[in-house]
């Protein structure tokens, strides 16, 4: 159940503006929205109550005093493999967890700004698969049919967003854990440009790759966040400077081009609403400026292909290595499956895969000069969480399609609600940039999301 009234940025700072809010009273709504409906396993662990009731006290007295604060009484959530301080990060493995004693760069960022920290989130153990199901504290749901999966493996942070008790949200995303369950819970989920948001104080799942993603309701306010949340941090071994030369050659053009695969290389794996759905987005992006161009995919999925049936899946266990050799038995079965299964990787291997990434680069560069941006589906089906019980490993896979190819090529993205399915499940599409374009992805994704006139998440707002 949501609060009374819409969390959006836009909404919620005006109603401090007027007096009709404070901090102290969005914490007590949040808090009674979250205990009156526990069923969906959104949270691993809640920030006491009075602690974050005494921290907004402590922002009322900031403002008061004239600090610039832009998230001033923003609540939000993280994802329980990122770093807060004094708090357990677990990485949805019990015996995993720990208490660190410095908050992750990105959090810092944002609690400096004024965020409201509510909790830490759900998520696929380990950050491993994009169902949202791998988890011992519980296989989340789908807040529009629970038969349903959310997606993952960033599925607890984009449910409390569509929940409507935090405004937004903090995510990982390797192969698409923070863009396939915003387009399950019909939320926004921005993938930054690697590096640009430091990835210290994250647990790394493959840490050459990993990025911090944003969700939230809107494109305008993850682009907030993202202003906020990014800054070279030199403890990142990672951390790349924002391109200020690329970002101002960068406006919001009124027409642009934008690819999508050829018809022949669409996968739906035999859904045909998902198509339908991604032939109406089409035609709205049309109707704001794009002028769709048919496009070569296949470089695109083949390097998505590397990052699970190449040797990218070994940085999973390089990652966790010294845990794993004496607690793989305290890990959930596929879990450890995929994560072992890495070991028969070798550096030869690996060095063959990047060589063939490489090829894969330039293929791609070709037809990047056809396009501004890319739009494809978010993904290419759905599934209920029995189906995924039966076959785990394969229908994750099909869940990657359209987002495992994203970091290896070193693009941001975006990804956006669209149209309803006639089942009443939401679709959503997803735009893709070379790295450092993502303020026109937040642009070009806000006019796809007003135009597509659906509420925001699943609460009874739209825009504002």
Sequence with gaps: MAVAYSLDLARLAAAYAEGALTPGAVVRDVRAAIASSNENPIWIHLVPQETVAARALALEARRAAGAELPLYGVPFAVKDNIDVAEHPTTAACPAFSYVPGETAHAVHRLEEAGALLIGKTNLDQFATGLTGTRSPYGACFNLFNRDYIAGGSSSGS???VANGVVSFALGTDTAGSGRVP??????????????????????????S???????????????????????????????????????????????????????????????????????????????????????????????????????????????????L?????????????????ARRWSA???????????TLERRCAGEWAKMDVLAVPSTGTTYTLEEIRAEPILRN???????????????AAIAVPGTFRPDGLPTGITLVAPAHQDRLLAGLGARFHRASGVLLGATAFGHP
């Design 158 to 160: 984009a449910l409390a």
């Design 182 to 207: 915003a387009s399950f819970t019909n939320t926004v989920g921005l993938k930054p440009t690697r590096g640009l948001v430091s990835t210290r104080g994250v647990v790394p799942a493959c840490r």
């Design 209 to 323: 790759l990993d990025c911090v993603s944003i969700f939230a309701l809107t494109c305008e306010d993850a682009r907030s966040v993202f202003e906020i949340a990014r800054g070279f941090d030199p403890g990142d071994i990672f951390a790349r400077a924002v391109d200020r030369e690329a970002e101002s050659r960068i406006s919001l053009p009124m027409r642009f081009r934008c690819g999508v695969p050829r018809a022949t290389q669409l996968e739906f794996f035999g859904d045909s609403a998902a198509r339908a759905a991604f032939a109406s987005a089409c035609a709205t992006l049309a109707g704001t400026g794009a002028d769709i161009v048919e496009i070569d995919f296949e470089p695109f999925a083949e390097a998505g292909r590397l990052l699970y049936d190449g040797p990218w899946v070994a940085e999973r266990y390089a990652g966790l290595s010294g845990f």
């Design 325 to 341: 050799e004496k607690h793989a038995d305290e890990l959930m079965p596929v879990t450890r499956e995929i994560i072992l299964g």
């Design 348 to 358: 030869v291997d690996a060095f063959e895969a990047r060589y063939r990434l490489k």
């Design 397 to 411: 896979s099909h869940l990657g399609y359209y987002t495992n190819f994203v970091n290896l090529l070193d693009l």
